[in-house]
């Protein structure tokens, strides 16, 4: 209880300050731990440098389909924003202000409380090299959602070499027009990806002198391993001031945890450098799999005893890595990150937990939660949970060629269950 009133004071501070630190994920408790989940606006500040100190900076903004009010127009349901962003230079008194509005249609209804889509736009701003102090502040033109944070720019005039930051690209959307060297949809996304996601990042150059070959080194390492996951090695000659490079790396190649991207620019006697750590993480992830102890104990109802016994043993990271084992050699698809069995047994468990937990046992531990786990939801289902004279719940599997007929006991209501009859049969 005291998790969920400071998550809803953390929150409640988040909409209504003027300006916070920059943050992409918070944590939501579940059970006896805490697991990631996106801010739900994202937006960020990426400069191209242009000419004479001026710098083009592209403002892609990410919101979740959840945190937006969908209003409903015959049959498909409509959402409207609106972004505002105040630009303060360091060392000015004014304060500029530049306003967009990005409008979300959708004919599925499922999708307007979607914890994983989002929607993207993007604006860009006209600035002079300098630092600056730039607010964003969010409103729900269909409801009454307000968000405001911030963001400091400091804009360097370039030397013989200039160099922008990665960009995180979606190469999956196209949708956007304002930067056509970007092959993809820009991401406000700086420090974070999603697990089993494409990801692409665009690199760009300014040199000084156009006729100057640059040598261009990328590397992109799995910094838990130590393991080199990506690498390109070019020299950049396109006879322009500008030059870009974008590096796509397939999701079969990117597994949870964190990651580093090392840029190599090296022009006359010098060299650029610079590192970008980042983190890959299951934002969708079933969240009975973010607690070991909740990820280990169902188990014990797909396997048997001895090979349950041997998850239990040893410290805490042998048995990190006995789970990953046991679930690499079960994985339908092997040699990817992605494990659809595992997917699909956790978010057999969280459903459990959700629906079938009582004030004294959790829900996969419960009759019908262990059936569940299991088998999957059931095919029929009779609920008489509420009868007067003998409350019952009746769960029917439909398999090849037999039917499997489960009855539960219903106590106080729909609160507990109790099983009390199998029955096998026939088809």
């Known amino acids: 209880m005291k998790k969920l009133i400071w998550l809803i004071l953390l929150l409640s501070f988040c909409a209504t300050a003027q300006t916070s630190p920059y943050k992409e994920i918070y944590e939501k408790p579940f059970f006896k731990g805490t697991y990631p989940q996106k801010i ?55 304060t ?23 929607h993207s736009a993007m604006d860009s701003l006209r600035l002079s090299s300098g630092s600056y102090q730039i607010s964003m502040k969010y409103r ?27 960009l995180f690209v979606d190469t999956n959307d196209e949708s956007h027009t304002l930067l ?37 080194y990328v590397e992109l390492l799995d910094a838990e391993e130590g393991n080199i996951l990506h690498r390109v090695d070019t020299v950049l000659t396109n006879q322009q001031s500008k030059e870009y490079l974008q590096i796509d790396i ?18 006359a006697d010098d060299s650029l450098r610079k590192i970008l750590p980042f983190q890959i993480v299951w934002f969708d992830k079933p969240v009975s799999l973010w607690d070991y102890q909740l990820a280990v104990q169902p188990l014990q109802h797909i396997i048997d005893a001895k090979d349950y016994k041997e998850l239990l043993k040893g410290n805490n990271e042998e048995k990190r890595r006995k789970l990953r084992s046991f679930w690499e050699e079960r994985d339908p698809t092997n040699g ?35 059936i569940y786990i299991s088998m999957g939801p059931p095919d029929k289902v009779e609920d008489q949970s509420l009868s007067p004279v003998t409350p019952y719940m009746r769960w029917t599997y439909i398999l090849d060629d037999k039917q499997m007929t489960y009855t539960f006991r219903a106590m106080d209501g729909r609160k507990e269950y109790e099983l009390t009859d199998s029955e096998e049969s026939a088809l």
């Open 40 to 94: 739900p606006v994202l937006f960020r500040l990426y400069p191209v440098y242009q000419s004479n100190d001026m710098f083009d900076v592209y403002v892609p903004v990410e919101i979740g389909y959840n945190y937006l009010q969908f209003l409903r127009e015959g049959d498909k349901y409509y959402a409207e924003v609106e972004i505002e962003l105040a630009i303060k230079r360091q060392g000015e008194d004014e």
């Open 96 to 118: 500029r202000l530049k306003v967009f509005r990005t409008a979300i249609t959708t004919e599925d209804f499922a999708a307007t409380n979607s914890r994983t889509r989002f």
């Open 140 to 166: 729900d033109l269909n409801g009454s959602r307000r968000l405001s944070s911030g963001q400091r720019l400091t804009l360097k005039s370039p030397g013989p070499l200039y160099s922008s930051p990665p």
């Open 180 to 216: 056509p060297e970007v092959k993809g949809l820009p991401s406000p996304i700086q420090i974070h990806w999603d697990f089993n996601r494409n990801l692409s990042f665009f690199l760009q150059i300014h040199r000084e002198d156009s006729s100057m070959a640059v040598p261009a």
């Open 250 to 267: 397939p999701a079969s190649k990117l597994q949870e945890g964190a990651h580093r991207l090392k840029t190599v620019y090296k022009f």
């Open 336 to 370: 990817t990150p992605y494990n659809e069995l595992k997917k699909e047994f956790y978010t057999r468990v969280d459903s459990a937990i959700i629906k079938y937990s009582n004030r004294r046992t959790l829900g996969w531990k419960t009759d019908p939660g262990m």
